[in-house]
């Protein structure tokens, strides 16, 4: 069965400060990695799609990248805007396969 | 604008009553879906639709009822027999599940459902 870890829980950051999310998976036939920013009280965000390892893609401060067991979310210097939830979601095979959420991390930037 | 649309965005439900929530895409996607999310919880997935008037249970679809007389809508019926209905929920939906690679999930602003 398809299974997604996420840690740290939570992570309190003083802005300016880096740092990474970790999302470790098990699947069959990857299909997608699937990374999402999630305010509260709000829908999901999508952010990233991973397919391959050693791929890596980047937005603004967020690079996220890719090996055969775990994907990592990079912050570089993080602001208070980036305060949120970021949830990590896997599909694998067959063709139809739902996508597997992990409990996401809770990420709070100070000033 | 293009999006998912949830409505109402705050619900009551008395006990022993079935609500409805909407959910309508311009997004011209043809699959959608219906999560849960409950604290300290991953998304969990009631229902999904690839194509008009055909939908499937999803893993926690007991208590719960959809349907998909036309591509863009996508309603969810939480019934008097969902015993735990109090949740934030989320309608989404994607291209097509036909792709083998893409295929990203697009989410909704979410509807707060409250059993008083």
């Known amino acids: 069965e398809d299974q997604v870890t996420q840690s740290p829980e939570a992570l309190r950051l003083q802005e300016g400060e880096s740092s990474s999310l970790n999302c470790s998976y098990t699947?069959?036939?990857?299909?997608?990695l699937f990374w999402y920013r999630q305010d509260p009280g709000k829908g999901p965000e999508f952010l990233f799609t991973?397919?391959?390892a050693g791929e890596e893609k980047e937005k603004e401060r967020l690079k996220a990248t890719l090996t055969k067991k775990e994907s990592f979310l990079h912050i570089t210097a993080p602001k208070p805007e980036d305060s949120a939830t970021y949830l990590c979601a896997v599909r694998g095979l067959p063709l139809f396969q739902k996508l597997v959420f992990g409990t996401g991390t809770r990420l709070l930037v100070s000033p | 604008d293009g999006g998912i649309t949830q409505s109402p965005k705050y619900l009551f439900r008395k006990e022993g009553q079935n609500v409805t929530l909407s959910c309508e895409q311009n997004?011209?996607?043809?699959?959608m879906y219906w999560y849960r999310q409950d604290p300290g919880q991953g998304l969990r997935l009631i229902y999904y639709?690839?194509?008009?008037?055909?939908?499937q249970k999803g893993d926690i679809a007991e208590g719960y009822s959809v349907s998909r007389e036309k591509k863009e809508s996508f309603p969810l019926t939480v019934t008097s027999a969902q015993k735990n209905p109090t949740a934030f929920y989320l309608c989404?939906?994607?291209?097509?599940?036909?792709?083998?690679?893409?295929?990203?999930?697009?989410f909704g602003e979410g509807s707060w459902l409250t059993v008083v």
């Open positions: 989404a939906s994607s291209i097509s599940e036909q792709y083998l690679v893409g295929n990203t999930i697009y």
């Open positions: 997004l011209n996607h043809d699959a």
């Open positions: 991973l397919y391959s």
């Open positions: 639709s690839q194509i008009v008037n055909d939908f």
């Open positions: 699947v069959s036939g990857l299909r997608g």
